[in-house]
């Protein structure tokens, strides 16, 4: 089944202390992305990536990062999580970018606290 | 900035009725207008989008259009029923970059 997993799918974490929110896609997408939805503002991207090694930011990068090494992962790192963080986040994958479906996935309930 | 502006934030409507929700965009380069929808607990998922060679697709009881002048696009749902309820999304290619920006959403609520 073509699907985007994201894990976990929530998690209460400490301010500060490191953690890594994984994501996969089995349908060969060059591009996958990381977007933080929160209410009243809608869906903010944090940074996407268009292929292996390219990554960019979006709208709301800071205190995030990530890497693209292989071309299904595409995990995000919070180095230091502050309450400001807490969040729902989706990771999405696409064909092609932003002229294609983009599937995503289940969703990241995070709480810093 | 670049902006893509979705109305109403919440709509209510009694099931049959239609609903349309409308998105207003800022680059008039945008060529790819998709519609996603977010079940409680759930990804935002597509459920129709349009290119702008066209000005409306239709795929059963939901449809968008498109106006290129005006720079607005719309989704409309007819003969609405009670698992049309969700949030919808509308977005548009950002200029000059591979991504997406999003509208704020619109929570529609169908009462049977």
């Known amino acids: 089944e073509a699907q985007v997993t994201q894990n976990p799918r929530y998690l209460i974490t400490v301010t500060g202390k490191k953690l890594t929110v994984t994501c996969s896609q089995n349908?060969?997408?060059?591009?996958m992305s990381w977007y933080r939805q929160d209410p009243g503002l809608g869906l903010r991207q944090i940074y996407y990536?268009?292929?292996?090694?390219?990554?960019d930011k979006g709208d709301v990068p800071e205190g995030y990062k990530v890497s693209r090494k292989e071309k299904r992962n595409f995990p995000l790192i919070l180095e230091s999580p502050s309450p400001n963080q807490t969040s729902l986040y989706f990771c999405?994958?696409?064909?092609?970018?932003?002229?294609?479906?983009?599937?995503f996935g289940q969703g990241t309930r995070l709480t810093v606290v | 900035g670049e902006n893509v502006e979705q109305h109403p934030s919440t709509l209510s409507v009694q099931e049959g009725d239609s609903a349309v929700i409308k998105c207003t965009y800022s680059?008039?380069?945008?060529?790819?207008f998709p519609w996603y929808k977010q079940e409680l607990g759930k990804g935002p998922q597509l459920i129709i989008d349009?290119?702008?060679?066209?000005g409306e697709k239709k795929d059963q009881r939901i449809a968008v259009t498109l106006n290129k002048t005006a720079k607005h696009f719309s989704l409309h749902i007819t003969e609405t029923q009670p698992e049309d309820s969700a949030v919808y999304f509308c977005?548009?290619?950002?200029?000059?970059?591979?991504?997406?920006?999003f509208g704020k959403g619109t929570k529609l609520s169908v009462k049977p």
């Open positions: 999405a994958s696409s064909l092609q970018g932003r002229s294609t479906e983009a599937f």
């Open positions: 349908m060969n997408h060059e591009y």
């Open positions: 990536s268009m292929n292996v090694e390219v990554t």
């Open positions: 680059d008039s380069a945008s060529n790819y």
């Open positions: 349009i290119r702008s060679n066209v």
């Open positions: 977005a548009a290619p950002r200029r000059g970059q591979g991504n997406l920006i």
